[in-house]
């Protein structure tokens, strides 16, 4: 007997999100999904610390607003610019539940993160998917390839992954004028931009069609939390807010938590200074090794592997994942020659470069060494 079906149409087609690996109860050097190599605030223990355990009886405050007044005295905006989410993702869900109609046209790079395109499908929207220019800068003609596919909604990843390039503030100004529909720039990585003055908050909240994506997860260390965050001008941010989200999608804990890291701007800063400098020395020693190393304003490396090396990129890394240390391969066309590598911490570094310069050296290794 057969059994019936009851997926949606374009459920039944998804081939689903592929995470990277997280290891349980197997000691790694884990630098394969851009954690933070340092802890959080110690400010988020003090808040674990006080938290009353009696108001988990309770339902959480329903939209977040003193984690929300938290973000919106960071950045210098109000409150109503603020949306908290459960991680970056749910932002994204959210943006294409509220402002995307099903078969409708959704814009994004090629490479991108590769939750657009599943989150898209989700939608029954369809994918505008643009090749980045060799060097992973914007086509010139990005913007009139959005427009003509009529884009609803448009996805840049801004620092880029995998890459690391950094898009100018002007160059998205000018990108979201020129195009009918929304621009979500997706600022996972900004925190570890080396330039201060790369701040786009302003741009945002004054535009009519620019929403910022947020996450704790990297800059602040809070990627077991799940806490993220949108900015935008109020009238992008309200229906998500009080139409579209789950009711009470932040747990009591979670905000709490969140709030303490974000407050804590000076231990945050110090953070991504010392990852900055991490990222400066690893970048140094890969090239050392031979290895290609783009420029990167995000915490971590796209790392080419030459055609001359001894080893491909698939090779080295799972000749690393033998030794204990992860980083991250992708399959895509543009990609199978490079790895994409997380700063760690400087002994971290130390230990994947010296275990990288094993492997090209043809070095042997067994698990008791």
């Known amino acids: 007997m057969s059994r019936k079906h009851f997926e949606r149409r374009n459920i039944a087609k998804l081939a689903g999100y592929v995470p990277g690996e997280q290891p349980v109860d197997v000691p790694v050097i884990k630098l394969n999904t851009n ?73 994004m790079t090629d490479p991108t993160y590769s939750l657009y395109p599943i989150l898209t499908a ?63 720039i997706d600022e996972a990585y900004v925190d570890f931009v080396g330039d201060d003055t790369h701040d786009l908050t302003q741009l945002a909240v004054t535009s009519d ?5 947020r996450t704790l997860s990297k800059g602040y260390g809070l990627a077991g939390l799940r806490v993220g965050y949108g900015i935008g001008p109020e009238h992008l941010i309200e229906p998500m807010l009080h139409k579209t989200r789950d009711s009470y999608n932040l747990d009591a804990i979670s905000q709490q938590l969140a709030e303490a890291a974000l407050a804590d701007q000076a231990y945050a800063k110090s953070v991504w200074e010392q990852v900055r400098l991490n990222r400066t020395d690893l970048c140094r020693d890969l090239q050392a090794l031979g290895l290609q190393v783009f420029a990167s304003e995000c915490n971590f490396l796209l790392v080419t592997v030459p055609l001359e090396s001894p080893l491909s990129a698939e090779a080295l890394y799972e000749g690393l994942k033998a030794r204990h240390i992860l980083v991250r391969y992708f399959s895509h066309d543009r990609l199978q020659d490079k790895l994409r590598i997380t700063v760690g911490t400087v002994q971290e570094n130390a230990q994947l470069r010296a275990h990288l310069a094993a492997l090209l050296q043809g070095e042997p290794f067994s698990a008791s060494t």
Do not use: M
């Open 209 to 213: 069609n620019i929403v910022l994506l």
């Open 122 to 184: 989700i939608q029954d929207a369809t994918v505008a998917s643009i090749p980045l220019e060799a060097d992973w800068s914007l086509p010139h003609d990005f913007s009139s390839v959005i427009t003509e596919h009529q884009c609803q909604l448009t996805f840049i990843v801004n620092p880029h992954a995998p890459s690391g390039r950094l898009i100018d503030q002007e160059t998205l100004r000018v990108l979201a004028s020129e195009i009918e529909g929304i621009l979500v």
């Open 35 to 107: 954690e933070s190599p340092y802890p959080t605030s110690p400010k988020v223990q003090e808040a674990i610390e006080r938290f009353a355990i009696e108001s988990l009886r309770r339902y959480p405050q329903p939209t977040a607003d003193r984690f929300r007044s938290t973000a919106a005295s960071v950045h210098q905006v109000a409150r109503e610019n603020v949306i908290a989410t459960r991680g970056g993702d749910e932002l994204l869900r959210l943006l294409l539940t509220t402002f995307v109609d099903p078969g409708a046209c959704v814009g």
